[in-house]
């Protein structure tokens, strides 16, 4: 079974470029949101909810961090891969619970293997 | 009145022909009030004095709040007031106007103590005569008038420097964003095995080239924080430990090149250094610098570290990197000195198309209190290959 995505960005070629590499590697993208607010409450409609979150940080309405935040809240086990060209951004998002960051612009390598991982770690040691 | 009073009278009546200056008096003595309108009264035929007087700071501050003065003349004892919280109290609602502060002999300690608190000037009644008080009030109108031109001038430096860093950060930030496709799009082609080889070698081209961009952003970066960051907050690094990386990344990096990399290190002794991660870095990437510029499939490249003792209290590590590369023109050397990157030079580097690096290297070293430059491995031809220098302080 393919590991399900979910983008928050709000560039829509980054978006669309993440789902065009996603899709190649065999991940299935379950939805998307362009800025912090509605991505919370796509997430919280999610069923089932996804592998991985990749999250940007300078977003409107709310930022990577705090909406990486209110996603914890929801559900404490979901797995945000902060993706951010906002280096600055790294420790704070480390520290309100993502569980991993990438600077952009990622090596395509990194950023695929980093899903994976992320995501088969979120899976129950059964299932492995 | 003396020359230089009618000069600066001069200067505030090129509109009007005639100053007229208001002028709050807060005194409550009668005969200082008579004694100070009557000095004032001469005035000149450029300026007259339109004096208000009151007799307590409660009224003097009512009066400042509501209506505009050139200049207040404060006595410190006033019958709702003593001493120097007098002038505090007014000093605090009325920062742009000008205060001169009228005292007694024996009280002109607390007056200096005003003038320290930033009152204008201070004048000791008994000895007051109206050239004196005159030229008091005029300097004390243009003083206050310079402080105010500079302190907007240190206002509008500073926010044209937050401008300028915004600028900076979108700058950064976005392009970093928009190499992301660019870069990953790349990839995805080179990774396309379905791909004719030379589509994928051009890819390869456009992936290294986004990847030089995205390094030199964030050798920006790093430089701005660098610069921002106190000396005692960088970790600390011995050159042993780090030289080996270095030369495994550049090997790593550069498969098609023969890379030999020969050492002298002197034995026994922790070559250590401050500047952590970014020392790391500039050596890394003056070592990236030799592979990438060496023509042929061989480099030869030494790395000497000598003790460089300094005339003052500090002593230094003198890094030598030596390569057989093509060299560099004299006149791209000068920028990497130990003077480090100054405004002007950054300035000139742009407009001589200097690498961007060796003025971010020069800056780096010059924040760890070190210095560089670049000299020929062969003393007179610089096409032989160069040898980089870099002093930095040694850490115990």
Same mark, same amino acid.
């Given at each position: 079974?393919?590991?399900?995505?979910?983008?928050? @960005?709000?560039?829509?070629?980054?978006? @669309?470029?993440?789902?065009?590499?996603?899709?190649?590697?065999?991940?299935?993208?379950?939805?998307?949101?362009?800025?912090? @607010?509605?991505?919370?409450?796509?997430?919280?409609?999610?069923?089932?909810? !996804?592998?991985?979150?990749?999250?940007?940080?300078?977003?409107?309405?709310?930022?990577?961090?705090?909406?990486?935040?209110?996603?914890?809240?929801?559900? !404490?086990?979901?797995?945000?891969?902060?993706?951010?060209?906002?280096?600055?951004?790294?420790?704070?998002?480390?520290?309100?619970?993502?569980?991993?960051?990438?600077?952009? !612009?990622?090596?395509?390598?990194?950023?695929?293997?980093?899903?994976?991982?992320?995501?088969?770690?979120?899976? !129950?040691?059964?299932?492995? | 009145?003396?020359?230089?009073?009618?000069?600066?009278?001069?200067?505030?009546?090129?509109?009007?022909?005639?100053?007229?200056?208001?002028?709050?008096?807060?005194?409550?003595?009668?005969?200082?009030?008579?004694?100070? /309108?009557?000095?004032?009264?001469?005035?000149?035929?450029?300026?007259?004095?339109?004096?208000?007087?009151?007799?307590?700071?409660?009224? #003097?501050?009512?009066?400042?709040?509501?209506?505009?003065?050139?200049?207040?003349?404060?006595?410190?004892?006033?019958?709702?007031? /003593?001493?120097?919280?007098?002038?505090?109290?007014?000093?605090?609602?009325?920062?742009?106007?000008?205060?001169?502060?009228?005292?007694?002999?024996?009280?002109?300690?607390?007056?200096?103590?005003?003038?320290?608190?930033?009152?204008?000037?201070?004048?000791?009644?008994?000895?007051?005569?109206?050239?004196?008080?005159?030229?008091?009030?005029?300097?004390?109108?243009?003083?206050?008038?310079?402080?105010?031109?500079?302190? %907007?001038?240190?206002?509008?430096?500073?926010?044209?420097?937050?401008?300028?860093?915004?600028?900076?950060?979108?700058?950064?930030?976005?392009?970093? %964003?928009?190499?992301?496709?660019?870069?990953?799009?790349?990839?995805?082609?080179?990774?396309?095995?379905?791909?004719?080889?030379?589509?994928?070698?051009?890819?390869?081209?456009?992936?290294?080239?986004?990847?030089?961009?995205?390094?030199?952003?964030?050798?920006?970066?790093?430089?701005?924080?660098?610069?921002?960051?106190?000396?005692?907050?960088?970790?600390?690094?011995?050159?042993?430990?780090?030289?080996?990386?270095?030369?495994?990344?550049?090997?790593?990096?550069?498969?098609?090149?023969?890379?030999?990399?020969?050492?002298?290190?002197?034995?026994?002794?922790?070559?250590?250094?401050?500047? #952590?991660?970014?020392?790391?870095?500039?050596?890394?990437?003056?070592?990236? %610098?030799?592979?990438?510029?060496?023509? %042929?499939?061989?480099?030869?490249?030494?790395?000497?570290?000598?003790?460089?003792?300094?005339?003052?209290?500090?002593?230094?590590?003198?890094?030598?990197?030596?390569?057989?590369?093509?060299?560099?023109?004299?006149?791209?050397?000068?920028?990497?000195?130990?003077?480090?990157?100054?405004?002007?030079?950054? /300035?000139? #580097?742009?407009?001589?198309?200097?690498?961007?690096?060796?003025?971010?290297?020069?800056?780096?070293?010059?924040?760890?209190?070190?210095?560089?430059?670049?000299?020929?491995?062969?003393?007179?031809?610089?096409?032989?290959?160069?040898?980089?220098?870099?002093?930095?302080?040694?850490?115990?």
């Amino acid at each position: 079974m393919s590991l399900k995505v979910f983008i928050v @960005e709000d560039d829509r070629m980054v978006i @669309e470029t993440y789902r065009e590499i996603l899709k190649i590697y065999g991940f299935e993208v379950v939805g998307w949101s362009y800025n912090g @607010e509605e991505a919370i409450k796509k997430f919280a409609n999610l069923n089932p909810r !996804p592998d991985v979150i990749i999250m940007d940080h300078r977003l409107p309405m709310k930022n990577g961090v705090e909406t990486t935040e209110d996603i914890l809240r929801i559900d !404490p086990s979901a797995k945000v891969l902060f993706v951010s060209a906002d280096t600055t951004s790294r420790i704070p998002a480390l520290s309100v619970g993502a569980a991993g960051f990438l600077r952009k !612009p990622f090596e395509l390598k990194e950023f695929v293997a980093t899903i994976k991982q992320l995501g088969e770690g979120a899976m !129950p040691a059964a299932s492995e | 009145m003396s020359t230089a009073s009618t000069a600066m009278t001069n200067s505030m009546a090129v509109r009007s022909r005639v100053a007229v200056l208001r002028i709050l008096l807060v005194e409550d003595n009668p005969g200082d009030v008579r004694l100070v /309108k009557e000095m004032l009264a001469e005035g000149s035929k450029q300026l007259v004095f339109k004096i208000e007087q009151v007799d307590t700071l409660a009224v #003097g501050i009512e009066k400042i709040k509501r209506e505009k003065f050139d200049a207040v003349l404060l006595d410190l004892g006033l019958p709702d007031s /003593k001493g120097i919280e007098t002038f505090h109290s007014l000093h605090a609602i009325s920062l742009d106007v000008p205060i001169i502060v009228l005292t007694v002999l024996h009280d002109e300690e607390v007056a200096i103590e005003a003038v320290r608190g930033g009152a204008q000037d201070y004048l000791i009644k008994g000895k007051l005569e109206g050239e004196l008080l005159t030229r008091g009030i005029l300097y004390s109108i243009e003083r206050k008038r310079s402080e105010g031109v500079l302190r %907007n001038r240190t206002v509008q430096a500073e926010s044209a420097q937050v401008r300028s860093e915004t600028y900076f950060d979108y700058l950064a930030h976005d392009i970093a %964003n928009l190499l992301s496709p660019i870069m990953a799009y790349a990839e995805l082609i080179c990774d396309d095995s379905a791909a004719p080889s030379n589509t994928r070698v051009r890819a390869a081209r456009i992936v290294e080239q986004a990847r030089r961009a995205s390094s030199f952003i964030l050798s920006l970066r790093t430089l701005q924080d660098v610069e921002e960051t106190p000396l005692d907050k960088f970790d600390i690094v011995d050159l042993a430990d780090l030289f080996p990386l270095v030369e495994r990344r550049v090997r790593e990096d550069h498969p098609e090149k023969q890379i030999s990399v020969s050492y002298e290190l002197p034995a026994d002794v922790a070559l250590r250094v401050i500047g #952590g991660v970014h020392v790391h870095s500039m050596f890394e990437g003056i070592l990236e %610098n030799a592979a990438n510029y060496a023509d %042929n499939e061989k480099l030869a490249v030494s790395i000497r570290v000598v003790p460089a003792e300094e005339a003052g209290d500090k002593s230094f590590w003198q890094i030598e990197i030596t390569d057989d590369g093509p060299g560099m023109p004299d006149e791209l050397k000068a920028f990497f000195m130990p003077s480090g990157a100054s405004s002007e030079r950054l /300035k000139k #580097g742009i407009s001589r198309g200097v690498a961007s690096s060796l003025l971010i290297y020069s800056a780096l070293v010059g924040h760890f209190g070190g210095s560089g430059w670049v000299e020929d491995r062969v003393p007179g031809d610089y096409t032989k290959g160069v040898k980089v220098v870099v002093k930095l302080p040694r850490s115990v």
